[in-house]
């Protein structure tokens, strides 16, 4: 159950879905027997087209699967990769269970916090990076483990992080 | 053993179809639906090789599809993929699908004919975009060859595949977890019975799969059910297996092995993980992830890795994630971290394991800093107590309580030391005071 991630209620505009996106659910909707069960992709497809989800996003969701917007509240909330808040271009997440936590998980984590001037759940002013914590990403025989965005970066020492984070710095 | 699951790992390209067509694939598809080996003789011949799930329950899948009522009344069958992976300490399954999808597409296509679904589904966790990405190209691939679609290889068999992404949560790898999940709702466990394969997602028959089980029903098929029995250590524990190793050994991963490798063996043998790193000594081992009793130094001698093996030990092999902790680590520690992953992941439904799951962290949090009382070492196991064994509907709740309940049984000196002291007790003296 997310217990931090939870969205701050923000005035936005009313959003829709671009066509684009529309064809991709229209097509995710082929697969399932309910709309209702088309939702957690649908939900993605609206991450991969905002970068977050609002309130208005959610709304969206409902509307295009004929769902009550608490229904779809109520599920975005329970999973923890729905980013209720605008995230940074580069969503960092450290793991930091067992196999992690036993090889250096949270010195990790703390240098990246401190490189960054951030703390978990934070965005840098420039928008460039966000710093969450995870639970096992099953890398364990790569400890530690993490991941930025979709990607894999593992296994992590001091050098490798402080060189990542240079790098991704000099990107535009 | 000759490596069955993972034969072809490592090999270049080998997440394409034509790779796995060289290598004899889909052989067993094509003689299953050109031969007239009916539905019912692949169940059998999977009951018979006893395939355990590979999941972490060890349930004979065989014997869950027979569990399918013989008149559905129109209703469809529908099989599910579990490729949740996020037991800590388990990789295996990423493996499994990041380097040979087709190896699983094919177990699916066999398991479905054998329970007549029409429409399966792979649920695979949320991180595994790349996973994700990869299964997605081999379904296209086999589509394209006319191993799955209408009527596949001109047979009266059709089937579809969906790669279905969760989104972060550990309880939808339980099984009724999963199917709410699927119905595109928060995912909290169902009350059984009714059980799954009777009733199951949108109220269908519905049969829920590890991707390691799914995979071992495409070897049954192909080599049979005296070929599974042979490997392993009897017949209630055979076939092969993978095995994940992690934590501070030399070598850590995932490496192949018949069902009943002695954990020794795992542990320091020179073509698995190769002993500790730095030569330290072993404090302890979680034998099957997270959710499993850890084990003493002292009682991973004789301890054969599978299923009745590791039970026999007071622990479980679950999903066969081995984590191997050294004498320097703080047993209270490795408690809270472990507590904390379970308070996070509850699902909240139940009053006991959302109470008690972060009660415990807490507690465990008080004692590893130094302010713990005595009576708090007693405190965990009364809650521990007033969790589990059947005051939830699911068992997350009795995998959350191992690892205190566990550590405060056999390391309870440590706790002591860490209320009296306010510091770990670690190394030669730690060792002295373990109580099993």
Redesign the interface.
């Known amino acids: 159950?997310?217990?931090t991630r939870y969205r701050v209620m923000e005035a936005g505009e009313a959003r829709r879905f671009p066509p684009e996106a529309m064809a991709r659910i229209e097509k995710i909707l082929t697969?399932?027997?309910?709309k209702?069960?088309?939702?957690?992709?649908v939900?993605?497809v609206a991450q991969e087209t905002w970068g977050w989800i609002s309130k208005e996003a959610g709304e969206e969701v409902a509307r295009v699967?004929d769902?009550p917007p608490s229904?779809v509240d109520?599920?975005l909330t329970?999973?923890?990769?729905?980013n209720l808040r605008p995230v940074g271009k580069h969503l960092l997440q450290v793991c930091?269970?067992?196999?992690c936590?036993?090889?250096g998980a949270e010195s990790l984590l703390e240098r990246c916090g401190k490189r960054l001037g951030i703390g978990l759940e934070e965005t840098t002013a420039d928008g460039k990076f966000t710093l969450v914590e995870?639970?096992?990403?099953?890398?364990?025989?790569?400890?530690p483990s993490m991941?930025v965005n979709?990607?894999?970066f593992e296994p992590m020492d001091a050098g490798k992080l402080d060189a990542l984070l240079d790098r991704l710095s000099r990107e535009a | 053993m000759e490596k069955v699951l993972t034969a072809r790992i490592g090999k270049k390209d080998s997440r394409s179809i034509d790779t796995y067509l060289a290598d004899g694939g889909y052989t067993g598809v094509k003689r299953v639906l050109t031969s007239g080996m009916t539905p019912e003789q692949v169940i059998e011949e999977v009951k018979k090789a006893n395939v355990r799930g590979r999941g972490g329950a060890g349930f004979s899948a065989g014997v869950k599809w027979g569990f399918l009522p013989k008149d559905t009344k129109g209703k469809p069958i529908y099989l599910f993929c579990n490729a949740d992976e996020s037991e800590p300490g388990t990789f295996k399954d990423r493996l499994l699908m990041e380097n040979d999808p087709h190896q699983l597409i094919e177990g699916m296509i066999l398991a479905s004919y054998a329970i007549r679904c029409r429409n399966a589904y792979i649920y695979i966790r949320g991180e595994f975009y790349d996973g994700a990405r990869i299964l997605e190209r081999a379904i296209g691939e086999a589509y394209a060859k006319g191993y799955l679609g209408e009527k596949i290889l001109g047979s009266r068999f059709s089937l579809d595949i969906t790669v279905h992404r969760g989104a972060g949560a550990y309880i939808c790898g339980e099984e009724t977890g999963l199917i709410e999940s699927i119905e595109g709702k928060r995912g909290q466990p169902r009350i059984k019975p009714p059980f799954p394969a009777v009733s199951g997602a949108f109220a269908a028959p519905t049969i829920v799969n590890n991707v390691e089980t799914l995979c071992c029903v495409k070897h049954v098929i192909d080599r049979g059910a005296e070929w599974f029995l042979k490997i392993g250590r009897n017949e209630k524990n055979a076939g092969p297996k993978l095995f994940c190793i992690s934590g501070h050994v030399n070598r850590p991963g995932v490496y192949e092995a018949a069902m009943g490798l002695p954990l020794k063996d795992l542990i320091f043998g020179a073509e698995y993980a190769q002993g500790m790193k730095g030569g330290k000594k072993i404090k302890a081992v979680i034998p099957g992830g997270a959710s499993a009793p850890m084990l003493t130094a002292a009682e991973i001698d004789d301890c054969p890795l599978d299923f009745d093996g590791v039970a026999a030990k007071g622990s479980m092999l679950g999903s066969a994630a081995i984590v191997v902790i050294n004498e320097d680590a703080c047993i209270v520690d490795v408690a809270k971290n472990l507590s904390k992953f379970f308070s996070h992941e509850s699902c909240g439904q139940c009053t006991p394991c959302r109470e008690g799951t972060p009660w415990l962290y807490k507690v465990l949090t008080r004692i590893e800093a130094g302010q713990g009382r005595m009576e708090d070492i007693d405190l965990l196991a009364r809650i521990c107590n007033q969790m589990a064994n059947g005051m939830t509907i699911c068992v997350f709740a009795d995998a959350a309580i191992a690892p205190p309940l566990s550590s405060v049984t056999k390391f309870r000196a440590e706790y002591e030391h860490h209320v009296t002291q306010k510091r770990c007790l670690v190394g030669a003296r730690a060792a002295e005071l373990v109580t099993v």
């Not at chain 1, 329970?78 to 729905?82: D, G, Q, S």
């Not at chain 1, 930091?96 to 196999?99: G, N």
């Not at chain 1, 995870?134 to 400890?143: M, N, Q, S, T």
């Open positions: 159950m997310s217990h697969r399932y027997p309910t209702q069960a088309a939702l957690l992709p939900l993605w699967l769902l229904h109520g599920v329970f999973y923890t990769m729905y930091t269970s067992i196999s936590h036993l090889n995870v639970e096992c990403i099953a890398g364990c025989d790569r400890a991941m979709d990607q894999y």
